[in-house]
């Protein structure tokens, strides 16, 4: 059972974990939201608004927008981010003289907000297969996996002796990494034990475009290459066929749900349900930051699953509370998914927050869970 411990004014339990962070897009917050008149709009007119918001990062505006998005998420709670990192290179695609620079950039943001970091070190090549890269995203591509690679291994070096920083390896997503890197790229995160992430069936499209390449759907192509292992992070699993989440689920690998983003894009509602019953291990992620709050992502792996179905209470785990499932989830999972077994922290709540009034002691958590918000914690102490 999960931990919670309280001595009457303080509840104490596992800090949060965001598995899936893309730190810049918090400079976009309040972006986006209007439709343009005479045009439709999607996860594709986003990404051109994203696309600007990269393009106009420098060293120094990387690292300030970063602080930002980690200081709000370490009020939140969360003490470990797993960040999906894949703007490397210049706006016109030239390397930096430092090539980790800007990786160096959001490790430092992170560790002097308090939190763990596992950057995600992304590999990207092509805007789509056939396609070289769009402008908007040569600032994000390497010509080769030996590339990729080699940036890993710089910052392996550079933080090996870091006990809050983890490193780990990104492709993309099907459509910006060429299924010929899968391979290589799975190879060095299993020689060297590193979190492997990727972006998997987000939008219909990629699975589309995936099919008319090689004949397969996304998770079926990863499963041919090896990809899925306990170490691996299938992040959003938005479009999965059923056969998929068992792969998922054969390899005890993650699935890591960004609620409020997903809900946002338009994306749509991943099938919690198969993930569960295949056994894939479910986390949670922040993702563009567009909403700060890390219980609302751990209460949506349930709510969420009720719009979907159309039912209530959806899942009944052996042994424990559904409170204390999703607070793992959104907790140790997530810190275990980038490269930690422990929570790292605990989250302080006051007991005599206005949320919990007239809350019986045995279901506090529930309390939490399913009526509470980020503005609840008081703060995250270390581990005692």
Not at 48 to 65: C, D, G, H, N, R
Not at 239 to 247: Q, T
Not at 293 to 311: M, N, V, Y
Request: proline share 5%.
């Amino acid at each position: 059972m999960l931990e919670l411990s309280s001595d009457g004014a303080l509840i104490r339990l596992p800090a949060l974990a965001t598995a899936h962070s893309h730190a810049f897009q918090r400079a976009m917050r309040g972006k986006a939201q209007r439709r343009a008149v005479g045009k439709g709009d999607d996860f594709w007119s986003w990404r051109a608004q994203m696309y600007k918001a990269a393009a106009a990062l420098t060293p120094e505006s990387i690292a300030l927008v970063s602080r930002v998005a980690f200081r709000e998420l370490a009020r939140a709670g969360v003490r470990t981010v797993g960040e999906f990192h894949y703007v490397h290179h210049q706006a016109d695609g030239t390397p930096y003289d430092d090539r980790t620079i800007l990786s160096d950039a959001v490790i430092g943001a992170a560790r002097a907000e308090g939190l763990r970091i596992a950057l995600l070190r992304v590999a990207y090549h092509r805007a789509g297969p056939g396609k070289p890269a769009e402008p908007g995203q040569r600032r994000f591509c390497d010509a080769s996996v030996d590339d990729v690679l080699y940036d890993v291994d710089t910052l392996r070096a550079r933080y090996a002796n870091a006990p809050d920083v983890r490193i780990g390896i990104a492709p993309h997503s099907v459509r910006a990494v060429p299924p010929s890197w899968l391979a290589p790229l799975r190879e060095h995160a299993e020689r060297h034990a590193l979190p492997l992430h990727m972006h998997v069936a987000e939008q219909t499209r990629e699975i589309e475009e995936c099919v008319a390449e090689t004949g397969k759907r996304p998770v079926e192509l990863l499963a041919d290459h090896g990809v899925l292992s306990p170490r691996f992070c299938a992040v959003h699993a938005t479009h999965l066929a059923l056969h998929e989440a068992r792969l998922l689920g054969g390899a005890r690998a993650f699935a890591c749900i960004c609620a409020t983003t997903e809900r946002d894009l338009g994306d749509g509602l991943p099938d919690i349900g198969a993930l569960r019953a295949a056994g894939a291990r479910l986390c949670t992620g922040i993702d563009s930051h567009v909403v700060t709050d890390p219980i609302e992502e751990l209460r949506s792996l349930e709510t969420h699953e009720r719009l979907r179905t159309q039912t209530r209470v959806t899942h009944h785990p052996d042994g424990q509370t559904l409170a204390e499932q999703l607070w793992r989830e959104g907790s140790l999972e997530g810190a275990a998914a980038c490269g930690w077994d422990d929570a790292g922290a605990e989250l302080v709540i006051s007991r005599d927050h206005p949320t919990l009034a007239l809350v019986e002691e045995a279901e506090l958590l529930d309390a939490i869970v399913f009526s509470g918000s980020a503005s609840m914690v008081s703060r995250v102490d270390a581990r005692r």
